[in-house]
């Protein structure tokens, strides 16, 4: 008995593959986007601002996508065949991207390259997540008796497995890729990303025999059925369209005229009854939506501050002793990886430590709500721009390079910290606080904050940018020069414009009636 219960909590063999995939897409991407600042500043000589400006609008648009692609894979398209066309768009905007660091004149290219990314991205990764889902609703080692209730645990099983080789894959990705940037190339640096990504899709479509395709079956349904409804329809207004042609008045109204009007009456109760429940959807969703944006709002300086360690962070490296030995110099882009290692080691003590500890100062069997939860890391990321602020100031003080760069670690760990709370506490209410069948607007919801958050992170640059230029071009806080940059500055304003969202937000948490 033990050995059956043993035999299925354990994942299947596409699950552990697909998470496996998932792991080295997560390698590739942060292999390219946790150093994209320096190579945009070093190698395509954009200034910082503009360089921070295009990593901010090319994050947010990455985000934004599976908003656009997600729904028409969940109704028309097979997630299979998806992940294959859209893995092939991901490698030619790794390898177009190659080619900008052999010939670096050509913008344009860099910036197709980086949307083609964009793109790959969008419908690559939900579908993946979704396809490694439906590997346990329909797995066969379940016994048939107890498969409800097993396929609730080992979906929780997945998606915890799931988030780790995320992390894992993100954790390599920071480590490594920056040393093979900074010391052997940029070309290289891009070529192991695309090679990584061919090594995913060989592995994916090795697995194509023993992936189970019933949720794409059914979507193809779905298609077909609809498809043919509307052949229905056309044939109808067809064969009316005819008899009018051939018959007399008298004929029609004594002999056709009954057989359109049945066949108009199905076709068009179908059509107004699809219309009606199509527009009722569409109301019950904008009501949602209405209900949760003035949350949603509250949380976009949360997703801002979450631009800075791929951004600033490594600009405030650059200028800080990186020396290790006599010759290696720590690539900024690497410290990156305490963010990943602060969630991988201390997620574990949320729910065995801080969870029990609350119930017993808090007195609640629950500990904490979800907005508190939320709450809690919004606070860690105003921390986190405290300190952040507070080694600039340092920095500033004492000669170029003679203060370490580890003194960015408290900043880099608040925030692994507060991405513990905010981001999983996110997701959690996004989800459960929308009606059963718009779950996926729910993700949808929560994914957009960082979206348009990346958005308001360039157009705050700008503004700044803009605000704190003199006419001779002195005085900008973002000067290519660090000696005379002022980033302290603005990571006191992204304190103090992210401890108005958390006033607003404990604000309108008391008004909050939630699920």
């Known amino acids: 008995m033990a050995a059956g219960h043993k ?25 390219v986007g946790s150093n994209l600042v320096i190579y945009l500043t ?57 080619s900008t660091s052999l010939n670096k004149t050509k913008s344009s290219c860099l910036y197709l390259s980086l949307y083609l990314i964009s793109l790959g991205i969008g419908g690559f990764n939900p579908s993946l997540q979704a396809f490694g889902a439906d590997q346990i609703e ?50 290289l640096g891009f070529v192991v990303p695309a090679m990584a990504m061919v090594v995913s899709m060989i592995m994916f479509s090795c697995g194509t025999n023993f992936f189970s395709y019933n949720h794409d079956q059914s979507n193809n349904d779905k298609c077909l059925n ?104 720590i690539p900024p882009a690497t410290l990156q990886s305490a963010i990943t290692i602060s969630i991988v080691v201390l997620m574990p003590f949320y729910d065995t430590i801080f969870i029990p500890f609350v119930r017993i100062i808090l007195r609640n069997e629950n500990g904490i709500t979800t907005l ?19 080694v600039e100031m340092k920095r500033l003080e004492f000669e170029s390079e003679t203060l370490s760069i580890f003194w960015l670690l408290p900043q880099y760990i608040s925030l692994g910290i507060s991405d513990i709370f905010t981001v999983v506490g996110m997701q959690e209410f996004f989800y459960s606080e929308v009606p059963e069948g718009m779950r996926t607007m729910g993700i949808a919801l929560y994914t957009s904050v960082f979206g348009v958050g990346s958005f308001l992170s360039a157009l705050m640059v700008y503004l700044v940018e803009y605000f704190t230029s003199s006419k001779n071009g002195k005085g ?23 401890s108005l969202s958390l006033v607003m937000f404990v604000v309108l948490c008391k008004c909050q009636k939630t699920r």
Not at 17 to 29: P, Y
Not at 145 to 174: H, I, R
């Open 138 to 187: 329909f797995d066969d080692e379940i016994p048939t008796t107890t498969k409800g209730d097993k396929n609730s645990d080992k979906k929780s099983m997945f998606f915890q497995w799931w988030y780790f080789g995320v992390c894992s894959g993100a954790l390599l990705g920071v480590s490594i890729m920056p040393n093979i940037q900074d010391y052997i190339g940029w070309g």
């Open 42 to 98: 070093d190698v395509m000589k954009m200034s910082s601002s503009s360089a921070v400006r295009t990593v901010n609008s090319w994050t947010g648009f990455t985000s934004m996508v599976p908003l656009l692609v997600a729904p028409l894979v969940d109704s028309y398209w097979n997630r299979y065949s998806t992940i294959l066309s859209f893995s092939f768009i991901y490698l030619i905007g790794l390898l177009a991207l190659t």
């Open 7 to 31: 035999g299925y909590r354990a994942l299947n063999k596409p699950c552990v593959l697909l998470i496996a995939i998932a792991g080295i897409e997560r390698f590739v991407f942060k292999g």
């Open 226 to 329: 609809w498809v043919v409804q509307e052949i229905k329809r056309s044939l109808s207004k067809y064969l009316c369209y005819k008899s009018d042609e051939k018959l007399s008045p008298a004929e029609l109204e004594l002999e056709d005229k009954p057989f359109c009007s049945k066949l108009e009456t199905e076709t068009e109760c179908l059509t107004d009854q699809n219309s009606n429940n199509n527009n009722n959807h569409l109301v019950e969703t904008v009501k949602v939506v209405i209900k949760l944006l003035p949350i949603w709002t509250t949380l976009l300086m949360f997703a801002v501050i979450f631009q800075q360690p791929t951004t600033f962070f490594i600009k405030q490296g650059m200028s800080m002793k990186r020396n290790i030995g006599d010759s290696y110099k």
């Open 476 to 498: 900008n806080w973002f000067l290519d020069d660090m000696k005379e940059a002022r980033l302290d500055k603005y990571y006191w304003l992204l304190a103090g414009t992210s």
């Open 372 to 390: 508190q939860r939320i709450g809690i890391g919004m606070f860690l990321s105003v921390i986190a721009m405290i300190f952040a602020a507070m």
